[in-house]
C-alpha cells in the first residue's frame, strides 16, 4: 500500500475581525489576561453574507484552482463541522451547490454529480473524523486510480453575548486535499483513540412552555406602550386549539423547541475533558505504535522527543502549552529529567491519594489542575513547548476558535511559520492531538515530505490575516445577532448568501451565489 496524506491545504476565514483590545474594553475585561494569558488578539466574524457553507465553498474553489483540479475527478467532499445549517440536508450539499455554480460552464452541468458528501459532526474533532476516514478511502484505492478526496472543515463559533465564552469566537473555512504520495505530510495508519460519554460542551434542543412564549410577547406589548388585561395569557392559551393558529408552527405543540447556535458548557470541566482525552489518546497511540513496530521504548527517543511539532486543537492560542503538560508528564515518568521535575514542584496528586467520593474527586481533579500548571512553569516544559508548539499559536490568536478547523489552522500557522524562517522539515515527524467535546480525542502523526515548500509558500496566511477589516463594537453585535443585513465588505470573486426563503413550501431554503 503507497503513502496516503495531505497533499495541500487552502484556508477561508471572513475578511472582518473584532479587535481583542476593544473587545476587553466594550465588555470591562482584562486585556492583559486575554491576551497574555490566553493568546488572543483578534476574534474572526463572518460578514451578512458569510455562514458555514460559504466558508467551507470558498476554501474548496481556492483548493481545486491552485492545484487545477478537474472536479469530476472528486471521488468525495466530506465535511466536518459543528455549525451544520439543517438539520437533516448535510451542509456539504450546500458546498457542492456553489461548487457546481462556479465550474459548471468548464466541466459540464452535473460535474460533482458522482461525488460523495456527507457531514462529519463530533464538536471540534468532525474534520479530523472526516479526515480519517478519506485518507482510508484514497488509501484502498490502487495508486494508479488515483483517488482524490476533499476534507472541508467549516464553522462559526458563536457564544452568547456577555457569557464566559465570548472572547473564544472566531470563524472559518478550509479544504484538505488528500490523495497518494502527497506533497505535504504522509499520515502513517496508526491513531490512538479515547472516548468518554460527558457533557462538557453540547448544543441541546431547549424547550419553551408556550405560556412562557405568550406572557413574553405580552410583556414586549406592555413595554411598547399597549395595556396588559390580567388573564389575558390564560385567555389565549384556552383559545389556542380552536384558533386558526393552532397548526401554525409557533403554536403547533405546546412547547415551542429552539435550537440555538451557541452552546452549553462548563469551561474547568471541558478542560480537565480534554486534558484527560488527549492523554488517554496518546497512551493508546503509543501502545499502538510499540506493537506495530513504529516505536520501540527500550532503544528509540521518546515519543514527544520525536515530534518536531505538536499540533493541537486550539480552543484559545494558548490552550496546547496549557493542556500538553499531562501528556509531557506521561511520556517522562520513567526518565530521570522527571525526578528533576519532582524535586522542582512537589510529588504529583494520584486519585488514591484522596476520599473515594464526589467530593474527593473534586479535590483530586483540583490538586491535578494545580500541578498541570506548575508542570508548564519548569524550564523543561517551557523549552519544549516554544521549540513544538509555539509557531502552531500565532494564527490561532489572530483567529479565535475556529472548532472543527483549529488544529489544521495550527499546522498551517507552523508550516508557514517555518518556511518563512528557512528552518529544515524534511522527514521530520509531527505530533497531532484532535479533541472533540463529548468527548473525544485523537492522537496521530505526519511525516513531512521533501515538497513541503514549495506547498507551504502557496498559503499566504499572515499576508491575508494583516489584510481584514476591523468591526466596532456596535456592527459586531448586529452580526452576532443576525440583525445586520448589508455586507460590512462587499464580497468580491467569492461565493455568498444572497437569500434566505421566506414563507410557503419553501420556508428557509438558502440560496447562494458566486460573485464576481
Not at 528533576?340 to 490538586?367: L, N, R, T, Y
Amino acid at each position: 500500500m503507497t503513502d496516503v496524506g495531505i497533499d495541500d491545504i487552502a484556508i477561508y476565514f471572513p475578511k472582518t475581525y473584532f479587535d481583542m483590545k476593544d473587545f476587553a474594553e466594550f465588555r470591562g475585561a482584562d486585556f492583559g489576561k486575554l491576551n497574555k494569558g490566553l493568546g488572543l488578539a483578534a476574534m474572526a466574524i463572518p460578514d451578512a453574507h458569510e455562514d458555514t457553507a460559504t466558508m467551507g465553498a470558498n476554501a474548496c474553489a481556492r483548493l481545486i484552482d491552485r492545484n487545477k483540479i478537474d472536479p469530476r475527478k472528486i471521488g468525495r467532499i466530506y465535511l466536518g463541522t459543528e455549525s451544520a445549517l439543517d438539520g437533516a440536508k448535510p451542509t456539504a450539499t450546500y458546498i457542492m451547490d456553489m461548487l457546481e455554480q462556479r465550474y459548471c460552464s468548464d466541466y459540464g452541468k452535473n460535474c460533482f454529480r458522482n461525488c460523495d458528501v456527507v457531514d462529519m459532526t463530533f464538536a471540534c474533532i468532525g474534520a479530523v473524523d472526516a479526515m480519517h476516514n478519506t485518507l482510508d478511502w484514497v488509501a484502498r484505492g490502487r495508486e494508479e486510480e488515483d483517488r482524490i478526496g476533499i476534507v472541508v472543515f467549516a464553522d462559526n463559533a458563536k457564544y452568547d453575548l456577555g457569557s464566559s465564552g465570548e472572547y473564544t469566537q472566531g470563524a472559518g473555512g478550509g479544504a484538505i486535499l488528500i490523495r497518494h504520495n502527497p506533497r505535504l505530510i504522509q499520515i502513517p495508519d496508526i491513531w490512538g483513540v479515547s472516548t468518554m460519554p460527558v457533557h462538557d460542551f453540547f448544543k441541546p434542543r431547549r424547550e419553551v412552555e408556550m405560556k412562557t412564549v405568550v406572557s413574553n410577547v405580552l410583556d414586549l406589548a406592555e413595554e411598547a406602550g399597549e395595556p396588559k388585561k390580567e388573564g389575558l395569557v390564560e385567555k389565549i392559551l384556552a383559545i389556542l386549539p380552536r384558533s386558526s393558529k393552532k397548526d401554525d408552527i409557533m403554536f403547533e405543540s405546546h412547547t415551542l423547541k429552539i435550537h440555538k447556535d451557541t452552546p452549553v458548557f462548563d469551561g474547568q470541566f471541558s478542560n480537565r475533558c480534554y486534558s484527560e482525552s488527549v492523554k488517554n489518546a496518546f497512551i493508546d497511540f503509543r501502545s499502538k505504535a510499540i506493537n506495530c513496530g513504529r516505536y520501540n521504548p527500550e532503544s528509540d527517543e521518546i515519543l514527544t522527543e520525536q515530534w518536531s511539532r505538536i499540533i493541537v486543537h486550539l480552543p484559545y492560542a494558548f490552550q496546547g502549552k496549557r493542556m500538553f503538560p499531562d501528556v509531557f508528564r506521561h511520556d517522562r515518568r520513567h526518565l530521570s529529567v522527571w525526578d528533576k521535575i519532582v524535586e522542582e514542584i512537589g510529588p504529583e496528586p494520584f486519585p488514591e491519594d484522596f476520599e473515594d467520593s464526589p467530593q474527593g474527586i473534586e479535590e483530586f481533579e483540583k490538586a491535578n489542575d494545580s500541578y498541570r500548571r506548575l508542570i508548564s512553569k519548569t524550564e523543561e516544559f517551557r523549552l519544549f513547548s516554544e521549540s513544538r508548539i509555539e509557531k502552531t499559536q500565532r494564527a490561532s490568536s489572530l483567529v479565535g476558535n475556529q472548532y472543527t478547523g483549529s488544529i489544521f489552522l495550527a499546522l498551517m500557522s507552523t508550516m508557514e511559520s517555518d518556511y518563512s524562517d528557512g528552518v529544515e522539515m524534511d522527514g521530520k515527524y509531527v505530533g497531532l492531538c484532535g479533541y472533540g467535546s463529548g468527548a473525544k480525542a485523537k492522537i496521530f502523526e505526519g511525516v513531512i515530505q521533501s515538497s513541503w515548500k514549495e506547498v507551504a509558500k502557496q498559503f499566504n496566511l499572515f499576508k491575508r490575516l494583516n489584510n481584514r477589516t476591523p468591526l466596532d463594537k456596535d456592527i459586531y453585535e448586529k452580526l452576532h445577532r443576525g440583525s445586520q443585513k448589508e455586507s460590512v465588505v462587499k464580497p468580491s470573486s467569492e461565493f455568498a448568501l444572497v437569500a434566505v426563503g421566506g414563507e410557503g413550501a419553501l420556508e428557509g431554503q438558502r440560496k447562494y451565489s458566486w460573485i464576481p
